[in-house]
């Protein structure tokens, strides 16, 4: 099963002191907890009754020169999957398109009711989280596919996010996932079931076997995705048919960034993938190269480190992709001792995981 839509939203709206000052006065009048974070304060709201709202941020600038606080604004998140389903899969599942519209109305009909502020008026989005989620029938297969998926190399402006590890006493990648990011979006590929159990959230029965490719664009990144599906994005009067129309595509936003990274080919064993290109019409010399990426991606646990290794650069190494694209493999082969000796390529994700 695949299903692709939008998880997270964040909007931005500019303010003035009266208005974040009765925001402010309504949130400790709630009794809704609160933490500083640089320049303000964020309200986190749970349950129910939020209605999809997750958090509310307070921020200001100080202005030296005019010695007062400026540029009032808010950060408002959203999970519209919330403002619909108050059962344990909300934290397992991003919302159906088709369920979007019900839940965006939900959230402003809520947020007037809480707040009567028109909290969500005159508002621009700041961030949406596309998401995919591949599921297969076992928690092992998904592991294994999120294995192969964290060997393919990212783009050269993205950079893999560490963490500490203290038996290490290091900075290491995620061990269990893939997270990448740039100034504009992050990228991340990971097991939704492991993810769950570890932050104690309800629900993890139905993440198991799901793995969720997610992209969590900012401003600059929402910006150039509306100049590359500018004739699927039609004109939209406000930010909720935007991100109504954004949710329909997520689908085709996440597959186009997975086919620059891997091309379209699926993954096979090795031996397999040595066959085809023997019964390829390339020449010598590119079959040669073809084997040599081959021998090389199995030594590392990181495509970069491979790519340092082989002396490619990325331009160079989408010509690689490119030729195993034209074979039908991808550059990744499966361990000799794997659950199945094949996983689908991105242009086959429709026909395995729609009937799997």
Known sequence: MINSSIHTVELYKRVCYSEQLALSRTMKRLGVPSYSKGHGFIYVLEGRESAGITSIGLFSHYSKALGYNVDFHL???????????????????????????????????SADQMFRLDLLDDVSLSRVDFCTDL?????????????????????????????????????????????????????????????????????????????????????????????????????????????????GLSGKIIEGMMIDMLGTGDFYPMKTILQKIDASGFYACTKQQMKLVLDYFPLHSSGEDALKHLGLSQKQWREVVNHFSKIGCCPIPIPTRACQPWYPGVTNWDAYFCTA
């Open 135 to 247: 599921k297969f029938d076992r928690q092992e297969q998904a592991d294994e596919y999120i294995r192969l998926l964290k060997k393919v190399p990212c783009k050269r402006v993205l950079r893999e996010v560490l963490h500490w590890d203290g038996t290490q006493r290091r900075w290491v990648p995620y061990s269990e996932s893939k997270l990448v990011r740039c100034g504009s979006y992050e990228f991340q590929i990971y097991p939704k079931q492991p993810q769950m159990l570890t932050r104690g959230l309800s629900g993890a029965e139905y993440a198991k076997g799901v793995v969720r490719i997610e992209l969590r664009a900012g401003r600059k990144k929402l910006k150039s995705l509306h100049y590359k599906y500018a004739a699927l994005l039609n004109p939209c009067e406000n930010w909720c048919q935007e991100l109504m129309v954004m949710a």
């Open 75 to 109: 950060e408002i998140a959203l999970n519209p999957m919330r403002a619909v389903c108050d059962t344990a899969q909300k934290n397992a599942k991003a919302i159906s398109p088709d369920l979007l519209p019900d839940a965006l109305a939900e959230v402003l009909f």
